[in-house]
């Protein structure tokens, strides 16, 4: 009887263990992630995200299929990273994988699939194997996110230029949590933030900005904000954008800029202080002489931590441009041909733990200028070089001369000494005003005219870009079609560098309130095997993985009849 109540206590006792165990999981949450670089850790701006979801987000994945392995590890670092935001946000997020071509029976039907995908923003990859049965296949290594009636393309495959296929996997499983992260808080925002394109000093027109402000319209409310008509810049617009100004900023409009980044406003700036462009070259001389904008930002810069200087950096790691190299046989029309260009740098020293150049692809600038940065003594701003020229590289200080002469010759990479010339730099703090202990006479005149604006010496924690090139942000226009091409399209190479990604990301990291851009900065550390080995020692591991086995059962099951033997004869 004894016996029975003391199983019976213990039975009771057990699950009364189970039960508080469930009941207490139910409430504590907790995931261990024990790789080194803790991939599976997701920042706590995505985890806030997610918690915070109110209503279902449902992706669907198109990466499913027969396709080589480093498209598998994608598919599987995509699902693993799903299966971590489904986790945070309370089964608040919904996938699936699917083959988009799975029930396309003939070539006709799958070119209409895949404009239907392109039509949605996703963008096709093309592989060319023969080694593993493919000839020629088309995926789409992306994605489409639902919620609340929205939809929103993400893209999972971040091709680089001049990075081999395994860095370019790497890179897209690091940058998985942003993306995905990113078009999850688009998708919720019920407000679009807003941004502010200053005009008012020549800056780029409407239609040379068209193609970045189509894609920042659809997450961003725009407006264009006349520094001569407005008494102020809006709180309300969380970054500025200084696009190419050609001519002088007046003192007021200094310091409308300087309050509004007082307040704790973001801006990037895209400035050049040389005037030069190519068409300047269409003169009998060939030449022309670049010639200062006289912007009058030097000592507001120079405040902040930076300085735009009077030079143009010129790159052996350029792009062409075509000139002339004589008529025709008939001598009815000018013959061109292409020629490395190096005012035109292409820059691809960015820097890699920067969210906002992180897995940045090539970038080209056009005349661009050097950025130094400036050790300010009143305030403690954190700066950070994003872009820098390549090895062979060399600033050519104001005033300079630029001619055609020569580029039909072999540059001597010795006079290209200058390496790593910072052309993009990130400020981060707390600001102090160029007008501190300024505001005398004509200028506090000036200001004080200015109703309704207060001056502050200091300003909130906020975040500045500058890019020492104005035409980062140009996009070709045609005047007779009224057509624009895509920015960072190069005509005369028919490339597209990736001048409108590093803007974009430039903007949300400007623009980050809960700061989900962080994610950019994860890294994935890319270890490889040894292929050479593999293949010299392919059969050596195939017979052990093969006869080991088995060695071991066969050892192991002499031993155990060996003492069982030994027992049952005694």
Do not use: C
């Not at 994608?74 to 919904?94: H, K, V």
């Not at 994988?97 to 963008?123: C, V, W, Y």
């Not at 929205?150 to 860095?167: A, F």
Request: aromatic share 10%; net charge neutral; charged share 25%.
């Amino acid at each position: 009887m004894r016996s029975k109540s003391q199983a019976l206590i213990q039975v009771s006792t057990l699950i009364a263990i189970i039960v508080l165990i469930n009941v207490v999981s139910s409430k504590l949450y907790q995931r261990f992630d024990l790789t080194k670089e803790k991939r599976f850790t997701l920042t706590n701006a995505t985890q806030a995200l997610l918690e915070d979801l109110d209503d279902v987000v449902y992706v669907q994945v198109y990466l499913e299929g027969e396709f080589p392995a480093g498209f598998k590890r994608l598919r599987n670092a995509t699902l693993e990273m799903l299966d971590e935001f489904r986790a945070y946000s309370g089964n608040m997020l919904e996938y699936q994988f699917i083959d988009p071509f799975e029930n396309a029976a003939t070539p006709k039907e799958r070119q209409t699939i895949a404009q239907e995908l392109m039509d949605k923003g996703l963008s096709p990859t093309r592989l060319m194997e023969t080694q593993d049965g493919y000839s020629e296949k088309i995926l789409f290594p992306g994605a489409i996110m639902r919620y609340k009636g929205r939809e929103l393309p993400v893209i999972l495959l971040q091709e680089q230029l001049n990075k081999g296929p395994q860095e370019t996997l790497n890179n897209s499983i690091a940058l998985l949590e942003y993306n995905l992260a990113n078009g999850i808080q688009k998708m919720q925002r019920t407000k679009k933030p807003a941004i502010a394109f200053i005009e008012g000093q020549g800056e780029l027109p409407k239609e040379n900005v068209r193609d970045l402000a189509a894609y920042l319209s659809q997450y961003y409310y725009l407006e264009r904000i006349n520094l001569n008509e407005n008494l102020f810049i809006p709180e309300q617009f969380s970054v500025a954008i200084v696009a190419k100004p050609t001519t002088a900023f007046k003192e007021t409009n200094k310091f409308k800029l300087d309050q509004y980044i007082m307040n704790g406003g973001r801006v990037l700036w895209l400035l050049e202080n040389l005037r030069a462009e190519l068409d300047s070259l269409n003169n009998k001389e060939g030449s022309f002489l670049a010639l200062d904008y006289g912007l009058n930002l030097e000592d507001q810069l120079f405040k902040y931590g930076a300085r735009v200087n009077f030079d143009i950096v010129r790159d052996l790691q350029s792009t062409q441009v075509p000139f002339s190299v004589g008529s025709d046989k008939y001598g009815n029309s000018t013959q061109l041909a292409p020629f490395r260009w190096d005012y035109f740098p292409v820059i691809t020293n960015a820097n890699p733990a920067h969210p906002v150049t992180k897995s940045l692809d090539a970038v080209v600038l056009r005349f661009a200028g050097s950025i130094d940065t400036i050790r300010t003594k009143s305030a403690n701003i954190k700066k950070t070089i994003l872009l820098s020229t390549s090895k062979y590289s060399k600033k050519v200080p104001s005033p300079i001369r630029i001619s055609a002469d020569g580029v039909r010759s072999n540059p001597n990479p010795a006079d290209y000494s200058q390496s790593n010339i910072p052309v993009a730099v990130a400020l981060e703090g707390e600001f102090v005003s160029p007008f501190k202990n300024r505001l005398a006479g004509e200028t506090l005149k000036i200001i004080e005219s200015l109703e309704g604006i207060s001056f502050k010496e200091k300003s909130s924690p906020t975040k500045m870009v500058i890019i020492a090139d104005g035409d980062i942000a140009k996009n070709d226009f045609n005047p007779a079609s009224g057509k624009s091409a895509p920015l960072g399209y190069y005509k005369y190479t028919r490339e597209t560098f990736a001048n409108k990604e590093l803007l974009i990301n430039a903007i949300e990291w400007l623009g980050d309130e809960y700061g989900i851009i962080a994610a950019r900065s994860k890294d994935v550390k890319l270890r490889l095997l040894d292929e050479q080995k593999i293949k010299d020692e392919q059969v050596q591991w195939q017979l052990i993985n093969l006869i080991l086995p088995l060695g071991l059962v066969l050892v192991f099951g002499s031993i155990y009849n060996y003492h069982r033997r030994r027992k049952y004869a005694q």
